[in-house]
């Protein structure tokens, strides 16, 4: 069966700190997609990446990159030089034979 | 692009009422996405559609909620009869490709309160 664990429930960090989000999935699907999304305090959901699993290359988007490794099954993000805009819930995703998202990592980023 | 938009933003009724909630994609989209967000499931899919036709409807709660999607421009989400435990965030998000794999878009979101 499909899950996705995202076991930091809430981490604060002070502004242009470094922080990571992890994300640990399971599957059985050969092929995958993972994904995550931003929900920042306003409540709407922003989509900012996604992965299929035979491309294990980083992404990195301005502050933010992703590191997929299927070897411990993990796709963490990783906000660079973090900024009070960034406080959000973070979600992450798998789609494969179904859609299953972890339950979310709240950041608080203090100024 | 006016974004992905949903309607009613907030709706309340009692339990044991129909519920009709509304999503316009953006335009050109041809992938349509039905989410709920609750504070004890957290995040769902409920269905997505695919150039109009329903793909997944694995997320689908039960027989009491439909979805359609008559037209590229339009899709419907229904619950009949509402039950307190309905009561939820409901996104909808589009997409420009087919499929459940590209970028997606989503609207602001409609809150039910079923009392």
């Known amino acids: 069966a499909q899950k996705v664990t995202q076991a930091q429930t809430e981490i604060s960090v002070v502004e242009k700190e470094d922080v990571t989000l992890d994300c640990v999935y399971e599957t059985r699907d050969t092929t995958y997609y993972l994904f995550w999304y931003k929900q920042p305090p306003s409540g709407e959901l922003v989509f900012l990446i996604r992965r299929n699993s035979f491309d294990e290359q980083n992404e990195i988007s301005g502050r933010y990159s992703w590191n997929f490794q299927k070897s411990t099954s993990s796709f963490n993000f990783t906000i660079t030089a973090s900024q009070v805009v960034d406080s959000a819930v973070y979600f992450c995703g798998d789609y494969g034979q179904n859609f299953v998202f972890g339950p979310g990592t709240r950041l608080s980023v203090l100024p | 692009d006016a974004g992905v938009i949903q309607s009613p933003r907030h709706e309340v009724t009692e339990m044991g009422q129909e519920v009709t909630l509304r999503c316009k994609p953006i335009?050109?989209?041809?992938?349509l996405f039905w989410y709920r967000q609750t504070m004890m499931r957290g995040l769902e899919l409920l269905i997505y559609f695919n150039n109009n036709v329903p793909i997944d409807d694995s997320g689908m709660p039960e027989d009491r909620f439909s979805a359609k999607m008559p037209n590229a421009s339009f899709s419907t989400l229904k619950i009949q009869p509402s039950e307190p435990r309905d009561s939820a965030v409901y996104f909808c998000?589009?997409?420009?490709?087919?499929?459940?794999?590209?970028?997606?878009?989503f609207g602001p979101g409609t809150r039910l309160t079923v009392l």
């Open positions: 998000a589009s997409s420009s490709l087919a499929g459940a794999t590209d970028t997606q878009y």
């Open positions: 335009s050109g989209h041809n992938s």
